[in-house]
């Protein structure tokens, strides 16, 4: 086995309407520009064709690629990214969703330095949206607040989101919308408050193809009541009008 990497780039893929391998070797491009090198790449695939095992086969050598076919897993988001994880030989494991990229080329080189020399156990750095996988729109600054698990996503989705590797944490697999903020709150529950990079360094893409853009009325009241139930022992009054606010607007 080779040397065990600083970093792990754990990438959930699936086709994506046919956009997923697309996606993903930009994503592999902006990798290859990184200062930061001492990483490797997990991905796991629920395609139903051979797309992503192409573009991953074609940067083999150029990057330290592990490929998992995972077709027979759970097919939603959190069970591919938890398959991810589970994979990753890293210290640091870095989510990254394939439709989305680091877009400054010392993105890792920060990460890194939060972990090695802050001592960081959990990182969140800034983000922003592209629609032409060019420039970034509304950048944004990571925050906390205490509706994160209800839908009140002050953060941004996975891919600002690094952690140290070990404790065990993972993303519930009943959950599709909520997945995120409910993952932050229990981070933030057993390894107290993340450190914070202000800086843009990932470009969540917005198209069609996207998981938030096929979340219907019905999942969303079926996740919030089943978060709600699941954290039900620390609500607090204002979760609780949180709640019935956000039932309210996915009617």
């Known amino acids: 086995m080779s040397r065990q990497p600083y970093i792990s780039i754990c990438i959930p893929a699936y086709a994506m309407g046919g956009q997923g391998a697309e996606f993903l070797l930009e994503s592999f ?3 290859l520009q990184q200062s930061f090198e001492d990483f490797e790449v997990i991905v796991s695939d629920q395609s139903d064709d051979d797309g992503v095992a192409t573009i991953c086969k074609a940067y083999i050598d150029r990057l330290d690629i592990t490929r998992l076919d995972n077709r027979t897993g759970k097919r939603q988001v959190s069970g591919n990214t938890n398959n991810a994880m589970r994979h990753a030989r890293g210290q640091v494991l870095k989510l990254l969703f394939q439709d989305d990229y680091l877009c400054e080329r010392d993105a890792l080189a920060q990460h890194a330095d939060a972990f090695s020399t ?3 156990k959990w990182v969140l750095c800034g983000s922003g949206v592209t629609r032409d996988g060019k420039t970034l729109e509304n950048p944004m600054v990571p925050q906390l607040n205490p509706h994160l698990y209800l839908g009140k996503n002050t953060v941004s989705s996975s891919s600002v989101l690094s952690i140290r590797a070990g404790f065990g944490l993972e993303f519930d697999e009943q959950l ?14 057993q390894l107290g408050a993340p450190y914070i990079l202000e800086d843009p360094l990932v470009a969540n893409r917005l198209h069609d193809g996207q998981v938030s853009a096929g979340v219907s009325p019905q999942l969303r009241r079926a996740e919030l009541a ?3 139930q699941k954290h039900r022992a620390d609500e607090t009054l204002g979760n609780r009008i949180h709640y019935y606010k956000q039932v309210l607007k996915a009617r």
């Open 29 to 31: 491009e902006h990798l």
């Open 118 to 120: 802050m001592n960081a």
């Open 176 to 189: 599709i919308w909520l997945m995120d903020g409910e993952f932050y709150k229990r981070c933030y529950d």
């Open 226 to 228: 089943y978060v709600r």
